[in-house]
């Protein structure tokens, strides 16, 4: 009697083991087809197309991180950023360090301008936004294989003096400062520095249209037929005093800034909204343009940025990140190193 209730109690325990095992696979192998289908429909939005079914399966291994590590960021609530699964979804930490890579050695090179015209600034308005006043183009994207955020860091800002100048906004060619600017081993795709690209702007007698000299994301042989039809032209550039937030706000006041930015950071890649606060670096890797301030719904201050990476980038392309930090360096560095055009 008492073995048979044994042998009851233990069949029924394995039963509903099975049971909770074909569950549990079950909730699985659902979960692993939403993922999978998930992986499809981003493919799908990116334009992604892998080579074969081998790298396809490893992407998509990748991916299902990158998707739990941002939602489970987003679901831990209490930050005032977001996370999102952007292009950048289906690379590793080590692929995605290797697109932006500025060569950093080579900005210690670079003297700074001993001048600084707005460093007697006293009066700057409590927020600004310098999209509000036409002074910037539309979100660009350089694209995943060519390291030129240089070159749109640089473009930015000129666009941004020009229309302050002028009052007329041109969007202007980041591809023939890829193919054309050689100034201090500027290298197209693979690295450049902003200061020298203002230095090719002032000795080209400015720079082509973007619709005359469009982008392509390669390095090209320069197009001298092209490139002598100038819109833009500028007299110089002025570095902003390093570490120091408040000359960089006195800057900004008075027209877009180009900075460089440690974005190897995560929460950096995948930054989908709010202002970015908490973990970020101070190593270089990322030239991004400044192009206003403000005070966000809970009283944290911030810097408005524009980026290079598409519109599916964060918000609609620019993120907010967080000022008046108490490193002097600023976040993600940016007071480290900002400089701008003068027209
Ligand atoms: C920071 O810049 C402001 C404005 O140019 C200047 O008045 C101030 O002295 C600077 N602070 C430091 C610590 O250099
Ligand atoms: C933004 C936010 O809500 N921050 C809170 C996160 O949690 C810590 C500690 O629990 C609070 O001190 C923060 O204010």
């Known amino acids: 009697m008492a073995s048979e209730n044994l042998f009851h109690c233990t069949s029924l325990a394995l039963l509903l083991l099975f049971g909770f095992w ?5 909730t699985r192998t659902l979960e692993d087809a939403s993922m999978h289908e998930r992986h499809e429909q981003w493919m799908a939005q990116h334009g992604k197309v892998y080579k074969d079914h ?17 939602e489970g960021f987003n679901n831990a609530g209490n930050k005032s950023h977001k996370l999102g699964v952007n292009q950048f979804a289906d690379l590793t930490e080590e692929e995605f360090k290797a697109i932006n890579k500025l060569k950093g050695y080579m900005w210690s090179k670079i003297s700074r301008t001993s ?36 070159a749109f860091a640089a473009v930015a800002a000129t666009e941004g003096i020009t229309k302050l ?7 202007l060619s980041e591809q023939e400062l890829i193919d054309c600017d050689t100034n201090g081993d500027n290298g197209g795709c693979k690295w450049g520095i902003i200061q020298e690209a203002f230095k090719f702007i002032v000795q080209n007698k400015g720079l082509a249209t973007e619709a005359s000299y469009p982008y392509q994301a390669v390095d090209g042989t320069c197009n001298a037929k092209v490139e002598s039809k100038h819109v833009a032209s500028i007299k110089g550039y002025e570095d902003v005093p390093a570490n120091n ?14 900075v460089l930015v440690d974005s190897s950071d995560y929460d950096f890649r995948f930054y989908s909204s709010g202002v970015l606060s908490g973990s970020c670096g101070t190593t270089f890797d990322h ?8 005070v966000s719904d809970d009283g944290t201050k911030y810097w408005l940025i524009k980026n290079s990476w598409g519109v599916y980038w964060g918000e609609q392309g620019y993120i907010r990140i967080k000022r008046d930090v108490a490193a002097k360096e600023g976040m993600c560095g940016i007071a480290m190193q900002a400089s701008y055009p003068i027209a």
């Open 22 to 26: 074909a569950f549990s696979a079950n």
């Open 54 to 70: 081998h790298e396809k399966e490893l992407r998509y291994k990748i991916f299902q991180q990158n998707v739990k590590g941002i």
């Open 115 to 150: 001048t600084f015209k707005y460093e007697h600034v006293t009066k700057v308005p409590a927020t600004l936004d310098w999209r509000q006043k036409g002074a910037v183009t539309p979100i660009k994207s350089q694209g995943l294989k060519c390291g030129s955020c240089w």
């Open 165 to 171: 100048t002028t009052g007329e906004l041109i969007s």
């Open 245 to 258: 937030e408040t000359a960089l706000l006195n800057a900004v006041a008075n027209q877009p800034v180009s």
């Open 287 to 294: 030239a991004v343009t400044v192009v206003g301030y403000g």
